[in-house]
Each structure stands twice: as C-alpha cells, then as structure tokens.
C-alpha cells in the first residue's frame, strides 16, 4: 500500500497507518476492507482508507496496485502489448483503470495542516487505450465491458464484482497473503 512518506505526508501516514492497525486489530472483513480502500473519498485525514489515491495517483496507477493487491496479477505488460503467456490484454488494462477514471484528487487544508488532500468523485474522466485510440468502458478482468450509469460510481460496480463469491481471484489471493 506504499505508506510511506515519500508517498504522503507524515500526518497522513501516521494516521494511515493507524487505519491499517484498526482494520487489522478489529478482524475487519477483507471484503469490507477492500470496498472502504477502492472506494474511499473525503480527506486523507477524515477518511484515512483515502490515502491509497495518494499512492496511486492516477487511473493506470490504480489499476496496477489494485489488480497486484486483490487479484495477485500484476498486469503492467499489459500496458504496452498483450501479454504473450497470460490471458491479459491492454483492452484489459485500460479498462479496469476506466473504473478509476473519476477519480478526483484536491489539496486541501481548513484546519492549516499541510499536505491533506482530498479524494472526489468527478462525472467527467475517461481513459483513452493508446495503440487503438479507443475510450475505454470499464472492463472486468473476467466478464468484459460494463456500461455503467454515469449516476454510479465505477469503483463501486468493480468492488461488487471483485468481492462477489465467485470472483476466483480475490479469496486465493487473501488466503496466499496469509499463508
């Protein structure tokens, strides 16, 4: 989750860190922790879960560390060409980095602490698949293009989709992480 201060203000390490700790120590369900991660918005000091947006600061960042932390796949080859021994294409990458790409970031400071930040939902954003030009839908690693109302947010339908029961990566994942 690359919480570290380079990455972040100490504060807003500091009180990341923490969120992490709690999730932990209070046996917070992976899926619960997965949903409050993704789709986190306020401040990075309100809403701790809101620094991953600062790590991953943009949609391709997002979809890099979303897909090596929940799906244990880490797709970067794919950004450039399909990947030649996987079955992960760039329409792939580009699309899972569609569901984050509203994802708006605002610096921010009402209470004069330096360096918070602020993580909205904008209706506007989208991200363009460079070899075909194409805007890209959202697309689920297994299950293809979705349409999702512009009323919704993206990240939402991809956290349904990813913490669904019978999505195969995300439970091998957690187990693998605990073994």
Not at 5 to 24: D, E, I, T
Not at 59 to 77: D, H, K, M, W
Not at 157 to 164: D, E, G, H, I, Q
Request: positive net charge.
């Amino acid at each position: 989750l690359q919480a570290k201060g380079s990455r972040m203000s100490p504060s807003g390490v500091h009180k990341f860190h923490h969120w992490l700790v709690a999730a932990v120590r209070d046996n917070m369900p992976y899926d619960r922790f997965a949903r409050e991660l993704l789709t986190a918005r306020g401040s990075t000091f309100e809403n701790p879960a809101a620094n991953f947006f600062r790590t991953a600061t943009d949609p391709i960042a997002c979809s890099e560390v979303t897909s090596q932390l929940f799906l244990g796949v880490r797709i970067q080859c794919a950004k450039c060409h399909n990947h030649p021994y996987e079955r992960w294409t760039q329409d792939h990458y580009y699309g899972l980095g569609a569901f984050f790409s509203r994802v708006q970031r605002k610096e921010f400071s009402n209470r004069g602490e330096p360096d918070e930040l602020v993580v909205l939902l904008g209706s506007q954003g989208e991200v363009t698949q460079p070899r075909t030009g194409r805007t890209m839908k959202p697309v689920l690693p297994i299950g293809g293009e979705v349409d999702v109302p512009a009323s919704v947010d993206r990240r939402d339908v991809f956290v349904r989709w990813l913490t669904a029961p019978d999505n195969p990566f995300f439970a091998r994942v957690a187990v693998n992480r605990i073994w």
